[in-house]
């Protein structure tokens, strides 16, 4: 399930020299703003940008050549567990990496914090434990589509959270808001995305 999409950007910060970490999840993209990646320092190092569905761009300004680079990825290659080196394409000389950090702690803090942090979500809080108690039943194998996917893209918006099947675009809508909302999650053990069936897909010329 593409809830647990998640890397982490390792980058020099090009105005003390210093290698900061900056966890990056799927729910970053939220709201109408990217997220900007900063220094302890205050200095702003980068700012990634999200085209289409699936296109990242990273804005990194160079602490070799002092020239601002664009790194393009793909959803693919961004939440890869494979890591990434990036250099400057200039110099050649390694800048940092782009990769999954498995002793990184706080990842669900540092969501609290961003969601929190928004004025997007009506209820931020909410949304968060909704969003944790999904990740649960997804654990279970209990969050699939009709059409037989277990591969779930997450959209939120500031009432509510769709999920959406990878494979036929089925769409399941969760009212994210008010108390009702999350008890009423917390009931289910599983959840069925109505998707579309292969003869379906062939209608919709999918």
């Not at 939220?30 to 700012?47: V, Y």
């Amino acid at each position: 399930m593409l809830i647990n999409r998640e890397t982490t950007i390792n980058l020099k910060c090009p105005t003390c020299g210093l290698l900061t970490a900056h966890y990056l999840h799927a729910f970053s993209f939220s709201g109408a703003s990217f997220p900007r990646l900063k220094c302890s320092c205050d200095q702003e190092i980068a700012q990634i940008l999200k085209e289409d569905k699936e296109q990242y761009f990273l804005l990194y300004l160079c602490p070799v050549c002092e020239e601002e680079h664009v790194f393009s990825f793909s959803g693919e290659e961004l939440w890869s567990n494979v890591p990434r080196g990036l250099s400057c394409p200039d110099t050649g000389e390694q800048l940092g990496k782009i990769g999954p950090q498995n002793s990184l702690s706080g990842k669900l803090e540092t969501i609290a914090e961003q969601l929190q942090g928004d004025d997007f979500f009506l209820n931020p809080e909410l949304v968060l434990q909704m969003l944790d108690r999904l990740q649960e039943i997804a654990a279970n194998k209990g969050l699939s589509c009709q059409c037989g996917s277990f591969e779930v893209h997450v959209d939120l918006f500031p009432d509510r959270i769709k999920l959406v099947c990878r494979e036929c675009t089925g769409e399941l809508i969760l009212t994210a808001y008010q108390k009702e909302d999350l008890n009423r999650l917390k009931k289910r053990i599983s959840l069925l995305i109505p998707g579309y069936t292969g003869a379906q897909n062939r209608e919709k010329g999918l």
